[in-house]
């Protein structure tokens, strides 16, 4: 069914609509979330809030894109979880990508905290245009959506060491693009 019926089918009310979603989008939400999360019933329970606040949020949201809106809510949803339990050590994963990420982008706060991360985001959307697709999706592939370094390796045929030493190379360009945009990390 496409995009378009299903969002109808959440403006009439009707319940198929979850159950189209489900059937349509269920994969890749878990997968975003498990990504994040490494337990399968954290990630189940992400997937079952993204369905509950689809159905609370379509009327009166009509998203064009319910692949990628659906995504978001699971990852939001997933990283609010993870971080709630991340005083007890539970989700070793994100904690990974974090650490990864840390020395390339600079953390932000105080009062023009809203700005900055606006600013942060069109400098690194402006990155990411610029490289090639393959190397866009890989970053996206591991960075948004969580994916393992080794299945990432597996997908390209190349060896885990060769992938990480690539995805350093992409963390360093990104340094030095927010660099030359004038973010200090």
Not at 58 to 83: E, Y
Not at 135 to 140: G, Q, S
Not at 152 to 176: C, D, I, T, Y
Request: with cysteine; proline share 3%; glycine share 8%.
């Amino acid at each position: 069914m496409e995009d378009s019926q299903i969002v109808e089918l959440y403006w009439r009310r009707d319940e198929a609509a979850i159950g189209e979603t489900e059937r349509k989008y269920g994969a890749l939400c878990r997968g975003v979330a498990r990504n994040i999360l490494g337990v399968d019933e954290d990630a189940e329970e992400c997937v079952n809030d993204a369905l509950h606040q689809a159905w609370n949020s379509i009327p009166p949201q009509r998203p064009d894109r319910l692949g990628a809106w659906l995504g978001k809510v699971t990852r939001n949803l997933a990283l609010n979880l993870w971080s709630k339990n991340r005083a007890q050590k539970r989700y070793a994963g994100m904690t990974a990508l974090l650490s990864e990420l840390e020395d390339c982008v600079p953390a932000t706060g105080g009062v023009e905290r809203e700005l900055e991360e606006q600013e942060l985001s069109a400098a690194i959307d402006g990155w990411l245009r610029e490289l090639p697709q393959a190397d866009r999706v890989l970053f996206l592939r591991r960075y948004w959506y969580g994916v393992e370094l080794r299945e990432l390796a597996a997908e390209r045929g190349v060896s885990p060491n060769r992938l990480a030493q690539k995805m350093f190379r992409l963390r360093q360009s990104l340094k030095n693009a927010l660099e030359k945009e004038g973010f200090t990390l």
